[in-house]
């Protein structure tokens, strides 16, 4: 079985991915949506920890993408960039999301302020999940800023919207994306699963169409 | 060279951990003090990660210790967290100073049903007051498991976190892998100080609040 058949379903099971049609979710964003993903629910299972671990890798390994750091979003990507940097041995930051507010805290961590230990590294992003792109596009424009590379963000999991892929392509240079997950990759599993009934598939095919429209289209 | 040892070392090389005992840091809480330590500076230095799990590993398995998951306080505790989950292949989750304002976020954030009646052990980087700790432990507890283990990787040994932790109830027992005690002992085999700035550190450990007023008056009138 494909890694990404085994994610999504298990990550249905555990409610890692939830479906609410008719009481959607809030999304942080402020965007209302019938799809909520929560990525930290795998935490309670360690195999997947690893099998996260051992997905990036192998993009690594099979890509043959150079690697020196490997950076993890504050907080929910901090666990997955722990587990695969201990898997390859390699340095270690996070990114919070941003500076503000924040008095002492750098906006990244596990290096000092004033270093240049960054200088010309080249970092690997992990994000548990990819939805608009803002917290990625903010924390890889804090690690060029620290003069690190950073072309790659890796994810488990990826809506793929247009708003995203436009932003990581936008950028100089373009940072690419990898996922374990694709949205499609999971609805195509829990479609051909008893996951979602027939007008809960129906409303996510709606919604899909357009996704940030969707919720004024049914008065929510 | 014991591993304790080692990461106070390796702490003072790096800038981990910061002695300064002639131009003390003012601590957040407005007092001098001859120390810093932010353990977030280890997390370049993937053999440290490892030294540490293996560190906390051996005194749950030395002691014997129940623990169904373990729990990382966040941000700077969960990454060592991680890193002895793994290594233990126990579940995890992590903990917030508070919970958050929006949508599905809890105060402990990576489960989905109550871990009623399971043992967490609590991960901190440090234990300083012991106010954040503390409240940790009451957050884990809030949700029906049982805390009675905060491991750290430093602990500054201040009365004050140490008095919380025992007022608990039930009490909470908290292990380091590295003491102030500890941290001096690996300064000195590195003369670090002269015999006068020694002094002063150890002077730090006896009265710890009291010691900014009285060595750096002037610190405190401006």
Request: hydrophobic content about 35%.
């Amino acid at each position: 079985m494909d890694y990404h058949k085994k994610i999504a379903k298990f990550g249905l099971d555990i409610g890692a991915v939830k479906v609410r049609p008719t009481k959607p979710f809030n999304w942080v964003a402020g965007d209302i949506m019938p799809v909520y993903n929560d990525n930290r629910l795998f935490l309670e299972h360690p195999s997947y920890r690893r099998l996260f671990a051992e997905c990036f890798a192998k993009i690594i390994s099979d890509e043959n993408i150079a690697c020196d750091v490997i950076a993890g979003t504050a907080n929910s990507g901090i666990p997955f960039s722990t587990t695969l940097a201990d898997l390859l041995e390699k340095p270690l930051i996070y990114v919070r999301k941003n500076s503000k507010g924040h008095g002492m805290e750098n906006q990244i961590e596990g290096i000092d302020s004033e270093s240049d230990l960054l200088r010309d590294k080249n970092v690997i992003l992990i994000k548990d999940l990819i939805s608009t792109g803002e917290t990625s596009m903010n924390a890889i424009n804090a690690i060029r800023n620290k003069n690190g590379n950073c072309n790659y963000c890796f994810s488990i999991f990826d809506y793929e919207f247009p708003v995203s892929k436009n932003d990581f392509e936008s950028l100089n240079p373009p940072c690419q994306v990898r996922s374990l997950l694709t949205y499609d990759q999971l609805f195509e599993v829990a479609k051909n699963s008893d996951y979602f009934n027939k007008q809960e598939i129906q409303l996510l095919e709606e919604w899909r169409k357009d996704p940030f429209n969707w919720s004024k289209k049914y008065n929510f | 060279m014991d591993y304790q040892k080692k990461i106070a070392k390796f702490g003072l090389e790096i800038g981990a951990i910061k002695l300064r005992p002639s131009d003390p840091f003012k601590w957040a809480s407005g007092y001098f003090m001859p120390i810093y330590n932010d353990n977030r500076m280890f997390l370049w230095y993937s053999e440290y990660r490892r030294l540490f799990a293996e560190g906390f590993a051996k005194i749950v398995k030395d002691e014997n210790i129940d623990c169904d998951i373990i729990a990382g306080t966040s941000t700077a505790g969960v990454s060592p967290c991680v890193t002895l989950s793994d290594l233990l292949m126990k579940p995890l989750v992590y903990v917030r100073n508070k919970p958050n304002t929006h949508g599905m976020e809890k105060q402990m954030e990576g489960m989905n049903v109550k871990p009623s009646g399971k043992k967490v052990l609590l991960i901190e980087d440090l234990i300083s007051t012991g106010g954040s700790s503390i409240a940790a432990v009451n957050a884990v507890r809030a949700e029906g498991a049982d805390c009675n283990y905060c491991f750290s990787i430093f602990n500054y040994g201040l009365e004050k976190a140490e008095s919380a932790f025992q007022n608990l109830e039930p009490l909470c027992q908290t292990r380091s892998l590295l003491t102030y005690k500890i941290l001096l002992d690996a300064a000195k085999e590195e003369n670090y100080f002269n015999k006068k700035e020694f002094e002063l550190l150890e002077e730090w450990e006896s009265d710890p609040f009291g010691w900014g007023k009285k060595h750096f008056p002037q610190k405190y009138n401006n």
